[in-house]
């Protein structure tokens, strides 16, 4: 290949920030692009861009990544810019008010789109009063409230070497990778890793949640709570998620749009996180087809609690996924990206081989066990962004 894409990969999300810190984690991922004691915020984004590469970052619930794409070629000098980053960012007083508005800009961005709208209701409804149910980007309350020192402190507590990845895929050998970074790796702060909170996952029944808003669909999210990354039915969950909504072939996409045309985007995915997960089902349509909808999302998760896929299904739907993998190995960002969740993860690589051979085995038994485990009333939460007015007759609606 003539690429290589490199990420330094930090053990850290919003799920370790307390509501005092809601939205720090984002909010550093911010500052180490706002300049350095070395280079300017243009001059960073210069030193990767003049060579045809890119750089950016993401913050999630549980990591943070400062990634770059360029030329083999220029590997030191992109490798150089991301330790400069991490390493010597000057979080200057006025810069981080400036990008508090910057982020808060983003917040605003985000409540003009009800499809995202919901899905952070979901979480809060999911998650109550736990930092997994809160914003990545925190609040407008809690950035105001954010101090330099206060975020300084975060950083040295949190980001430290021990939690630190630096993964390199694409036209690069182990060793050079070790000798370039030999000159910053004494550099990382060392410190134990601080825990955050545990999820909580007590819910007694269903769960209704509605946000009235004027607007020309109605935005729902289907939720249940589900399974860890360290859980062994993980992978019976994939395989279940691609039959359901995966694809244009699943089965949601199917009977919703396809068959009845009630609406335009309909898909499903589950998150899998240290010690809990989940699985939604999401769909966009207008009100006025609401109740149809619901009634068919809640006959086919009956159905497959009910009757295992049959063998051509389960063929098709492992195909895909495997498929899916060989195709985005392709890319040494794909590369890049698996090696680093899977060392954040499970503090070790996991090959492609190997999960390809365990989806490979996965059951028709064990897709409708894990449909049972997880599509269980008392588990069940629906929220939407809507013109409705009330949810008291949807109520009836979600009932498994």
């Known amino acids: 290949m003539a690429s290589v894409s490199l990420g330094l990969w930090i053990g850290v999300g919003s799920r370790c920030e307390s509501e005092e810190l809601s939205g720090a984690s984002h909010l550093i991922e911010h500052m180490l692009f706002k300049g350095t004691r070395r280079r300017s915020a243009s001059e960073i984004s210069q030193a990767v861009e003049s060579h045809g590469g890119y750089l950016n970052a993401f913050t999630s619930e549980d990591m943070t990544c400062f990634h770059a794409k360029a030329s083999h070629e220029y590997f030191r000098e992109v490798l150089d810019v991301l330790m400069d980053m991490f390493l010597h960012s000057r979080f200057t007083p006025e810069d981080i008010n400036k990008e508090r508005e910057v982020i808060k800009e983003e917040m605003a961005m985000y409540l003009d789109e009800p499809q995202h709208q919901v899905q952070e209701l979901l979480n809060a409804t999911l998650w109550p009063d736990h930092p997994l149910g809160r914003p990545i980007t925190g609040s407008s309350r809690s950035l105001d409230g954010i101090t330099r020192p206060m975020l300084l402190a975060y950083l040295r507590r949190r980001y430290l070497a021990d939690s630190a990845f630096l993964v390199a895929a694409g ?5 050079q990778v070790l000798r370039a970074i030999s000159g910053y790796a004494s550099r990382f702060p060392a410190g134990d890793i601080l825990p955050f909170a545990p999820a909580i996952n007590a819910q007694n029944g269903p769960t209704v949640r509605l946000l009235t808003k004027k607007s020309e669909q109605t935005q729902i999210a289907l939720g249940f709570r589900g399974c860890s990354r360290h859980d062994p039915r993980r992978h019976a969950v994939r395989v279940l998620n691609t039959i359901l909504g995966e694809n244009m072939s699943s089965r949601l996409f199917q009977v919703v749009r396809e068959d009845r045309g009630l609406a335009y ?15 939604v089902i999401s ?34 739907a492992i195909d895909y996924f495997v498929g899916q993998i060989n195709v985005n190995l392709e890319g040494t960002e ?17 090959s ?9 085995a996965v059951t028709a038994g064990e897709i409708r066990a894990a449909a049972r485990d997880l599509f269980r009333p008392e588990r069940l939460n629906l929220t939407l962004v809507s013109p409705l007015k009330t949810d008291r007759h949807l109520r009836g609606l979600v009932r498994l």
């Open 334 to 350: 794909y590369q890049m990206n698996w090696l680093g969740e899977q060392l954040l993860g499970y503090g070790r690589t996991i």
């Open 283 to 316: 769909a966009g349509l207008d009100t006025d087809k609401l109740p149809s909808t619901l009634k068919l999302i809640m006959a086919e998760l009956k159905r497959i609690k009910e009757k295992p896929p049959g063998i051509s299904e389960l063929r098709r």
């Open 352 to 360: 492609p081989a190997q999960v390809k051979r365990r989806l490979k």
């Open 265 to 279: 985007s309909i898909y499903s995915s589950p998150s899998f996180f240290a010690d809990t997960g989940d699985f």
């Open 171 to 175: 036209c690069i050998s182990h060793r």
